[in-house]
Structure formats: C-alpha cells, structure tokens
C-alpha cells in the first residue's frame, strides 16, 4: 500500500502538492507519465477517446521534442499537458540549479504550470523552488503499470482496490507500461465508468 496509495508521512514532505483531489466528489484525475512516444501514445489517446475522457500528460521535454505531433494531437483532444523535466532526471542526483534548468528546458517546449518529478521524489530546496512557479502534482494511487512483475490484471486490480473519490491516479506511457495497458487500460476505464467517476483534468 505504500507503494500504490502513498503513506500520509510522503505526502507531509510537500504540503503544497496535489495528492489527491475532492475527496466528497465522485470524480478521479487520468494522469500519464514519461512520454510522449509514438509506441505507446496514440494507443493511450485513441482508448480515451472511445471512453470520453480527459486525462493530464506529464511530459519528457525531450520527448517532445522529437515527437512534436503527438504533443499537438494531447493538445487538439483536449487533454492536460504538464512538465516532467526535460530528460526524465531525478531530483536527489541533482543539484537545485541542474535541476530547475532542466525543468525550464522542458517548458520551453511544453508551456506548463504544472509539473511532476521523475521516481516522485526531488530536494526540498527544489520542490521549494519549483512550487513558487508551477503546481506540483503527485498522486494518490501509482497503478504501477511500468513493473515487471505485475501483470495487465493486477495493474486493474489496484485500479480497483485503491481507487477513491479524488484519486489521482498515475499510469505510463512508456514502453515498459504499453503492454499491459493494451489490456488494462480500457478495462480500467470501463469499471471507473461503471463505478460512476468522472473523468476530470486539473483546475
């Protein structure tokens, strides 16, 4: 459970972050990591589409810009775009400086406010940094779709299990998550539909 719905002890290391959203509404928050890459994306895009629903992309800078097209088409459906550094860094191996220049190499392509750190950790110089400019976005249920040790079924086992109102929940479009989400993603959905959450972006 730590792993997939964060403890309360993380979640007090940045106050400031959305961890999970309204939790008196009925309603949870599509999030999609890493990319964006033409072997995962336009699969993830094409199954939100059949399902009517928004999701926010937290984008590799560098990804978008060798990828321009698919940031376009995030955009032109409607979905949220956020900032995920510009080479998917971790914050502890980087010094503030290294870290927010790479964090503003990203905006230059993807004109965010809204930013989420590679692995879900940063310095608290950095997250204090980068919360004066942009709104840090964690999560409150990681689907874990990008382990090799889980499969298409237990990722939509935790999508069931940890769900709640407000969750924000985090898949990946990268190449270690497309094959499972080919099977997990649409399932998923359905039961969210079926359980009547709305599918919503950030404010």
Sequence with gaps: MIIEQPAIYLRWLYPR??????????AVYL????GP????????LDVLKDFGAKATFFMVGDNVRKYPELFERIKAEGHQVGNHT???IGGLRHT?????YNVEK???YIHSHYFRPPHGWMRMGQYAWLSRKFKVVMWDLVTRDYSKWLTAQDVVN???KYTRNGSIITFHDSLKSIDKLRTALPEALQWLKDEGYEFR???
């Design 96 to 100: 503030i400086k290294e870290y927010s």
């Design 106 to 108: 990203a905006n230059a």
């Design 86 to 88: 510009h080479n998917h």
């Design 37 to 44: 890459i033409p072997e995962a994306t336009p699969f993830i």
């Design 17 to 26: 972050a959305y961890w999970r959203m309204d939790r008196h509404e009925k």
């Design 31 to 34: 999030t999609f990591d890493d």
């Design 158 to 160: 935790n999508i069931k």
């Design 201 to 203: 972006i950030f404010p």
